[in-house]
């Protein structure tokens, strides 16, 4: 086993983020909730309180307010592109400018307006580009990028971080474009901006718990440690290291840190939601009550006979982080040993191990191969109690079962494994079991080896069924809600969503049809099917690889569908991006294709524009204007700082658009 140098610094996504997302989307939507019914006797007297304050602090709030804008977010990305921080410099620009526009956006859906429409008397002592209030754009930006710069400040600095969002807050009812409830809405957003990008990107961090913290930690408890190493094994949930002390005795340390702790109740709250009549062991409220859980039960089974290591000691590693010791095996776990090894003795004595602890009212959970030990003198142990339990019933053994049967099947075989289970376990053990033995029931790591050998469970379960003399049982349903069905019913909704909001602008649609000079229809119709024809013809004609006509003018007619479902054309490029792929093109070429036709449609449309302004003496003023919106400078600026960005960070991005490039002069030149 492989140990880590304590300064090594590792890619980790937190999974608190997960759950600062969750509590963000609920937020926010309560906030939706209560904002769309107006304001309440509460929110207003806070917003006037605020508001009302004298003008002697209209600079202050003025400058606070100013770390809630985009400017600020471009400001921090400059810097971190200054420093060669550019990870930093990525987080920070997406993170603020992604706030920046979804609350924009979501001003859009008109919950509730500012104060300026809903009350007479309000000091606005700043103009406001859109009417709507919630949320709040200002505090979206402010907590989105708090919580990037939570991760590259010292603790020291989180305080005044906390106080400069709620400074923002307290300036946005000052100046009097929001109130408390948009101020709710902008910081939930925020939390979900920002943590989306914290999980997207990850951090480079050292260990959760180091190795300095270990030994100190220990030291006040007495023990003395002369060396403490990180190790690199599958330990789920926690993080494993090695401890030797001053005699040269090694024990195995377990710590469970609060991220730990956080990924656990994540991983069994999915579990209890998609899956049932698995007796999974619920979440504890503490990392503590855990490890103490833990230790009790391996020290229970211990005292049953059961081989597995002795509990050395439970401890506190800094703050909130828990640890347990137990004396460390002089061996090898069951998937990391040679399988010669597993002789059929070696597999009767676990099998023959299981029963026992079973015997004692106590299951495992998660016995797969890696928590089964051989020491050396090829003797079986019992590891890693982290999801075992005491005081059960029988009937609840299937699930070490079922985990241990397959686990080993796709080690050493089905057939050793089935015989030795019938031999060592008691049949109404196995027949119960039979029913769970299903890939919901697995681990993961189990499932990924049996998928390999796409034949294996079912192969497990009719050899088991003929050793037993019984007929094949029926699986127990053990899925609530299928994954793949809660994808498509939230694709199907998606679906509806773009839909139905499109009903409108269809009913407008034949209005205008009715209204119109039916000749002018006609031609318009006839020109319409001309652009699909070109369009499609131009594919064929600067195509590198041969394109069928029709089937590119299917293609064709499919994008302008997509393109309804998809903003700004980008469903009929991803669509026809696709089919240039399919049709023998490279990623780089078909992206240089899809820009190409695109910017000859455009030519071709302005040109004709053009035309028939001459030929109806439209003035040509009146015939290609168009006003540019304020925000859109804004968010061109944004997009090509961020693609500068990306194109730092990203090495494959960089040399895909020096594809692209080439792409593009070769069809051209």
């Not at 140990?3 to 980790?12: H, L, S, V």
């Not at 062991?281 to 855990?290: I, S």
């Not at 299951?363 to 090829?378: E, G, M, P, V």
Request: a positive charge.
């Amino acid at each position: 086993m492989a140990a880590a140098n304590k300064t090594k610094r590792i890619a980790y996504r937190n999974p608190i983020y997960v759950v600062y997302i969750l509590f963000g989307t609920a937020l926010f939507s309560l906030g939706a909730l209560y904002a769309n019914e107006g304001s309440g006797p509460l929110e207003t007297a806070l917003f006037n309180a605020l508001n009302h304050l004298p003008d002697f602090f209209y600079p202050i709030f003025l400058l606070i307010s100013l770390f809630g804008t985009i400017g600020f977010a471009i400001l921090l990305t400059i810097y971190g592109l200054f420093k060669k921080r550019y990870i930093f410099a990525a987080k920070v620009f997406i993170a603020g400018v992604g706030a920046y526009a979804l609350a924009y956006g979501l001003k859009m859906l008109e919950i509730r307006a500012r104060p300026q429409v809903l009350f007479d008397v309000a000091n606005i002592r700043e103009s406001a580009l859109a009417t709507n209030g919630y949320p709040s754009g200002h505090v979206a930006v402010a907590t989105a990028l708090a919580i990037i710069l939570y991760q590259y400040t010292p603790s020291k600095y989180h305080k005044p971080i906390t106080f400069t969002v709620f400074g923002v807050a307290i300036s946005r009812m000052y100046l009097g474009v929001h109130l408390p409830a948009d101020l709710i809405g902008g910081f939930a957003l925020g939390l979900i901006i920002g943590s989306a990008v914290s999980l997207l990107f990850g951090r480079s961090v050292v260990p959760k718990v180091s190795v300095q913290e270990v030994k100190e930690a220990l030291a006040t408890y007495g023990f003395k440690a002369k060396t403490v190493k990180i190790l690199s094994v599958d330990a789920r949930g926690s993080s494993p290291f090695i401890v030797t002390d001053i005699q040269g005795k090694n024990y195995f340390l377990k710590v469970v840190s609060k991220e730990n702790f956080v990924a656990d109740w994540l991983f069994k709250s999915w579990r209890k939601i998609i899956y049932r009549r698995l007796e999974d062991e619920a979440p504890f409220f503490t990392p503590k009550r855990q490890i103490e859980h833990e230790s009790y039960v391996a020290n229970l089974a211990l005292a049953n006979g059961i081989k597995t290591p002795k509990i050395v000691g439970v401890y506190e590693i800094g703050i909130n982080n828990w640890a347990q010791m137990q004396e460390m095996i002089d061996g090898k776990s069951l998937d990391r040993v040679d399988v010669k090894l597993i002789s059929d003795t070696v597999l009767n004595k676990i099998f023959g191990l299981v029963k026992s602890l079973h015997d004692a009212q106590i299951i495992h959970r998660d016995l797969r191969t890696a928590n089964i030990f051989l020491d050396s003198k090829n003797e079986p142990w019992l590891i890693d109690f982290g999801f075992g339990e005491a005081s059960v019933k029988r009937e609840k053994s299937y699930r070490d079962i079922v985990e241990m049967i397959a686990s080993i099947s796709a080690l050493v075989g089905v057939d050793r494994t089935v015989k030795s289970a019938v031999k060592n376990l008691p049949k109404e053990d196995i027949v119960l079991a039979l029913a769970y033995l299903n890939y919901p029931s697995l681990s993961s790591e189990t499932t990924r080896l049996l998928k390999k050998r796409k034949k294996t469970l079912p192969e497990i379960r009719e050899k088991l069924s003929i050793a037993l003399g019984v007929k094949e049982t029926k699986l127990v349903k053990l899925q609530r809600i299928s994954v793949k069905n809660l994808l498509i019913i939230i694709v199907i909704g998606l679906g509806l969503y773009f839909i139905t909001s499109q009903f409108e602008d269809f009913q407008n649609s034949i209005q205008a049809i009715k209204d119109a000079d039916l000749n002018l229809v006609l031609i318009s119709l006839v020109f319409s099917a001309l652009t699909y024809l070109t369009a499609s013809m131009v594919y064929k004609l600067i195509s590198i690889q041969p394109l069928p006509y029709f089937r590119t003018l299917l293609v064709q007619i499919t994008s302008s569908f997509t393109n309804r479902l998809l903003p700004a054309g980008t469903g009929g490029l991803a669509t026809f991006g696709r089919y240039l792929m399919k049709q023998g093109h490279t990623q780089p070429q078909a992206i240089a294709l899809a820009s190409i036709n695109n910017l000859l449609g455009f030519i071709g449309m302005f040109i004709l524009t053009v035309s028939v302004a001459l030929i109806s003496k439209t003035p040509l003023r009146d015939a290609i204007s168009f006003s540019i919106p304020g925000w859109l400078p804004w968010l061109v600026g944004s997009l090509v700082l961020t693609i500068i960005v990306l194109l730092f960070i990203v090495p494959n991005l960089k040399q895909l658009v020096i594809k692209t490039a080439k792409s593009i002069q070769k069809i051209l030149f």
